[in-house]
């Protein structure tokens, strides 16, 4: 089953550690290599994108940045066989943070993808 | 990880599992070149998992569950050596400091220790069931009941297929080694065929009711990655990891809503999982790059099959080239689809013609499917028809079964 990891993190004003991008660098490649990690990529502040909003009828386009307190930093697609397995790499990835750059905060969430498991009419 | 107040056994018991899956495999590997014994090294780590499951319910998840295990793991590993070898008692005797094995650390040399690990379970002197049986248990650190659901076979059967394969390798006297550099080709195919054995597995359950077996396919698939991180630069492992990928993006496209088999010429390709295409298209690039191989040919005939139209003549080709590479009459029978399909069911039928006589196919239900197929493109109805029931009779997969049945009545006629 497939999990997809949002992770939100206030945008920093200072650049992260470079031993921080390092250890990150290597998780991604344990999970690449533990067969895990199918696609991951880190994302550009939302200054640099927009968002498409349909209410009341009305279709809108509004250029970022968006003015939540966090922001979407990265994503992460894991190919896994539990929920629990999604939740310890997405908490590997948050030790690091929490051992290499002290004074971050931030959040993973850990959503499903829908597949075959969910329709147990079509295994 | 902290986790939020005292977790029930349950849930602790969860989160056992997954790091599990995540560190069994390298935990076992590393015990193994501590140890030198297989069969010793996943004892060691069926104990540690013990000690796990008595101690986080009570003492909470550790912060970092991986080092915990490998720590715990050691620990058992150098307690057992002690006791067999009496070293401990020899070195007070002698006075020597008892320090060679804490220098001993599991993190060491994990990539070779695993590679060691693949190769020892898909050794030679062992039995392809006890191949597949070892590899799934040690790499992909199913349990034995996960592998008797996996291949429909009495829980006690799997438990001694593994027992042997252990014995097996110990009588033996299989060292934790690697293969000779004259031997590692062969190796690595033989790798490659237990791999590919476990994704067919469940790709066409053979003697199941269903039609695929989806948690085998993804077992295989990751194992095929697992090796990828480890051989980057062997063409043949991108090219099995590219075919695995492609074939397992149809997957969800294969079974209608009421569970029939769905044929390729029928799927909704709206529905092939695009993240797999692409992902196998990656690795089917560099298969390439490295010189390809059988595996790389059958990855591009399934990546012709993830354009909006398959290009039957260049599918055609393609078999024309493995054929001669891998002359099997599976090979050929497929070749025989693909000429049909490009247009020329007439040569297509006089492929088959020669596979008629093939001992391995005397029993194959995909014979008669495919010149049933080829007989109908030449609108010879009643051979036709005769072939699909053959077929029906054959195969032993019920979904497959009402599926010729289907395709016998559904031609109509009489001629």
Not at chain 1, 15 to 28: K, S, T
Not at chain 2, 138 to 146: F, V
């Amino acid at each position: 089953m497939r999990y997809l990891t949002l992770l939100r993190a206030k945008q920093s004003t200072t650049p992260p550690p470079p031993e921080l991008m390092a250890a990150i660098m290597a998780l991604g490649e344990e999970a690449t290599n533990s067969g895990s990690l199918l696609d991951t990529s880190g994302l550009a502040p939302s200054a640099s994108g927009a968002r498409v909003t349909l209410t009341g009828g009305e279709l809108s386009a509004v250029d970022g940045p968006f003015a939540e307190s966090k922001e979407v930093i990265s994503y992460a697609i894991y190919d896994v066989r539990s929920k629990e397995e999604a939740v310890e790499w997405a908490s590997r990835f948050l030790k690091v943070h929490q051992d290499l750059w002290p004074e971050w905060e931030g959040e993973v969430d850990v959503l499903k993808l829908f597949g075959p498991e969910d329709f147990p009419a079509a295994l | 990880m902290t986790t939020s107040p005292s977790p029930s056994p349950e849930a602790v018991r969860r989160v056992l599992d997954a790091v599990w899956r995540i560190e069994s495999a390298r935990l076992v590997a590393s015990l193994a070149r501590l140890v030198q014994d297989v069969g010793v090294a996943e004892e060691l780590a069926q104990d540690t998992f013990v000690i796990a499951l008595e101690q986080w319910p009570r003492d909470g998840v550790p912060r970092d569950p991986g080092p915990w295990l490998r720590a715990t793991a050691k620990h058992r590993a150098v307690d057992l050596i002690r006791r067999r070898t009496r070293y401990a008692e020899k070195l007070a005797v002698l006075g020597v400091p008892d320090r060679v094995y804490d220098e001993y650390d599991l993190d060491d040399h994990i990539g070779d220790d695993l590679l060691r690990l693949i190769f020892t379970a898909a050794h030679p002197v062992l039995s392809t069931e006890a191949k597949v049986a070892l590899t799934l248990r040690l790499l992909g650190g199913l349990s034995t009941a996960e592998i008797a659901r996996a291949f429909l076979i009495p829980e006690s059967t799997a438990a001694q297929r593994i027992v042997r394969a252990k014995r097996t390798l110990a009588d033996a006297g299989v060292r934790f080694t690697m293969p000779t550099p004259a031997e590692t080709s062969s190796r690595v195919g033989t790798v490659l065929g237990v791999i590919y054995l476990i994704f067919n597995e469940g790709y066409a359950a053979t003697g199941g009711t269903d039609w695929t077996q989806p948690a085998l396919c993804r077992e295989a698939m990751r194992l095929g990655r697992v090796l990828a991180g480890l051989l980057p630069d062997t063409a043949e492992v991108h090219g099995l990891v590219a075919l695995m990928e492609l074939q397992a993006s149809r997957l969800p496209a294969r079974v209608s809503p009421s569970g029939r088999p769905v044929l390729l010429a029928d799927q909704d390709r709206r529905l092939w999982d695009r993240l797999l295409i692409r992902h196998g298209l990656d690795a089917l690039a560099r298969a390439s790059d490295l010189g390809g191989g059988v595996y790389t040919l059958q990855a591009e005939i399934a990546a012709c099959h993830t354009a909006p139209s398959t290009d039957w003549r260049r599918v055609a080709a393609l078999y024309e080239v493995l054929a001669y590479l891998q002359p099997s009459p599976v090979v050929r029978l497929n070749q025989a689809v693909a000429v049909g399909k490009a247009g020329d069911p007439g040569r297509g039928l006089s492929i088959t013609d020669g596979l008629a006589a093939e001992r391995s196919l005397r029993d194959y239900p995909q014979l008669p499917a495919v010149r049933g197929e080829l007989l109908a493109q030449l609108g010879r109805v009643a051979e036709a028809r005769a072939e699909f029931t053959r077929a029906a009779e054959l195969t032993r997969n019920e979904a497959e079964r009402r599926l010729f049945e289907d395709r016998a009545a559904g031609l109509g006629g009489s001629s």
